[in-house]
């Protein structure tokens, strides 16, 4: 009876006190969430987008702005608003103070939008003696913005100082611009001789605007102006594109499949089509982005529609999904 009992108490010290094992929940993703962006039939709009918290974090007219300065201690390269599909000439050697007229030999040039600033037209200037001459392109209603040209007096760890006028030398004026932290980019407004608003690269992910895209070996039309999205890279936004798995079918064991891109252009404006005969805008829904967030997050998304409720055009519809 003695080794019975005993048994049992062996019995209880090696299984009585095991823990309860706690079943494991697989994550489940998040809803799908659908959104519009109103850019505007006339695409007047450029809209800064947050994913994860669904929300627009910032909006402006895409005439606010003419060139966009690099930020922080080291930056010095700039970009023209492609929104507007702006173009520029650079000019050695000229006297900024003489009336300039645009030669007819000039070579307009323009950014490539698969980055942010590695591909600037204007490029180094540091250790030249160059002005520019700026075509601001066109507002909302296809009129021409005016010419303005202008140069980079002073670059230091703080600040930039520009001058720009007019081809005449009218309404000439020289700003100091301000660096500043947490934007890669600052946009100066040579109307308003200041800069506008910029949202930190921390709040946004995506970039709905117009942009200007270049063509590889197409002389005849080397750039066009598209309406798209634009990524945010420099807080490591990166896509995948999937254009064979159908969207429900995409979850989180996919995401080893993908090869994924920080290009600026990566979800660029091919997930609609024009046509001609019908002129209508079709979205290519079959298309989806996988998004890897800067906190490591991932999302898929697709685009829907391209119209709003009252069919105007300009309003990217789409919809996402988080991974758990």
């Known amino acids: 009876m003695k080794k019975h009992i005993a048994l049992v108490f062996l019995y209880l010290c090696l299984f009585g006190c095991e823990q309860t094992e706690i079943p494991i929940v697989p994550a489940s993703n998040g809803p799908v969430i659908s959104t519009q962006i109103e850019l505007g039939n006339n695409y007047a709009k450029q809209i800064f987008y947050n994913i994860k918290d669904s929300s627009i974090v910032s909006e402006n007219i ?33 006297n900024f103070e003489n009336t300039i007229s645009v030669p007819n030999s000039a070579v307009w040039g323009w950014d490539n939008a698969i980055s942010l600033f590695n591909n600037t ?9 160059q002005l520019f001459i700026l075509d ?21 760890e703080k ?17 100091k611009i301000d660096k500043t932290n947490g934007s890669s980019v600052i946009r100066f407004s040579f109307e308003n001789n200041s800069p506008i608003e910029e ?7 995506l970039l709905f605007t117009q942009y200007t895209h270049l063509y590889i070996n197409n002389d ?12 945010n890279s420099s807080s490591g ?45 079709y979205v290519k829904d079959y298309i989806s982005y996988i998004i ?16 709003n409720s009252i069919g105007e055009k300009g309003a990217p519809m789409f919809e996402y999904q988080l991974f758990n």
């Open 292 to 307: 890897k967030d800067s906190k490591g997050r991932y999302f898929k998304l697709r685009y829907i529609d391209f119209y």
């Open 136 to 156: 601001r392109g066109y507002n909302e209603n296809g009129e021409p913005r005016g010419i303005k040209k202008f140069r980079v007096d002073s670059i230091t």
């Open 159 to 175: 600040y930039y100082i520009l001058t720009h006028s007019n081809l005449d030398n009218s309404e000439m004026s020289s700003c």
């Open 62 to 94: 895409k005439t606010a702005w003419d060139i966009g300065l690099e930020n922080g201690p080291e930056g010095y390269r700039i970009k023209i608003n492609s929104s507007t599909y702006s173009q520029i000439i650079k000019i050695e050697n000229a």
């Open 220 to 231: 005849a039309n080397p750039s066009y102006l598209v309406t798209g999205v634009l990524i």
């Open 237 to 281: 936004i990166e896509v995948a594109i999937d254009s064979v798995t159908p969207f429900l079918e995409i979850n989180e064991n996919s995401i080893l499949n993908y090869t994924f891109s920080n290009n600026q252009n990566i979800i660029g404006y091919n997930w609609k089509e024009y046509n001609f005969e019908s002129q209508y805008y």
């Open 121 to 129: 037209y204007i490029g180094d200037y540091r250790n030249s003696k």
């Open 199 to 205: 949202p930190l690269d921390s709040e946004w992910d």
